[in-house]
Structure formats: C-alpha cells, structure tokens
C-alpha cells in the first residue's frame, strides 16, 4: 500500500507541477518547546532541503503536511530525550480537511539525533 501511495505521489508530482518542478512540496509543522524536538524539526525540514525529489513549502498548494509535536520525556532530565507525534496528510487547495496518510508516536535520544544530523 506505501509503495502504491509513494508511486502516486510521484506520479502526481511530474504530472501536475510540470517539467522544471519535479520536486514534491512539503510543508512541515512544529509545536514544542524541548530542546530535542527542535533539533528534530530542524533536522528533517534540512533533509527536505537537500531532498532531490522533495521541496519545502508553506504556500496554499497541494502538498503533504508533516506535523510534529514533541515534549521532554522527563521533566525532571530535560534535553535527553524527547516524544513525537508525526502525522502526515495531504492537503488540497480548497478543501477543509487534509487526507490521513500515517501518524506514530517516538522517543528519540539526543545521541541518536546527532547521529543521524551528521549523516
């Protein structure tokens, strides 16, 4: 089903934003305060950046919407960790609500995000 919905994107991407913008909008979206969240957000808004097949958008297109939230995972030791929820829709000009493709909820360590923001 990801592989069938991944093609359509593609496909949707060649087909309506023409030759000399292959490159699939997104639009990412944050709320949180912890340290770790926001170099989370950061981090994946700079892998779309240098994505050769997506770019990064906040304008009233069709796009998919990434939409991060994140809090410490302990108050009492905050800066090590942080819980996400990532939820990805696809929004359509016009209308009210965006299409749920996937959501999940993840602790990620600081050491692990650095890790993969040096990659």
Do not use: W
């Amino acid at each position: 089903m990801k592989k069938y919905f991944l093609s359509l994107l593609f496909f949707l991407s060649t087909t309506l934003f023409g030759q000399e913008t292959l490159k699939f909008p997104i639009e990412v979206s944050h709320s949180g305060t912890d340290i770790v969240g926001e170099r989370l957000a950061f981090a994946v808004k700079e892998r779309i950046r240098k994505s050769e097949s997506m770019r990064l958008t906040y304008e009233k297109e069709m796009r998919a919407t990434i939409i991060l939230v994140t809090l410490d995972q302990y108050n009492d030791s905050p800066g090590n960790s942080s819980c996400y929820s990532f939820v990805q829709c696809l929004d359509f000009p016009g209308q009210p609500f965006g299409y749920y493709i996937t959501s999940s909820v993840v602790i990620v360590a600081v050491h692990v995000l650095m890790k993969l923001q040096k990659d």
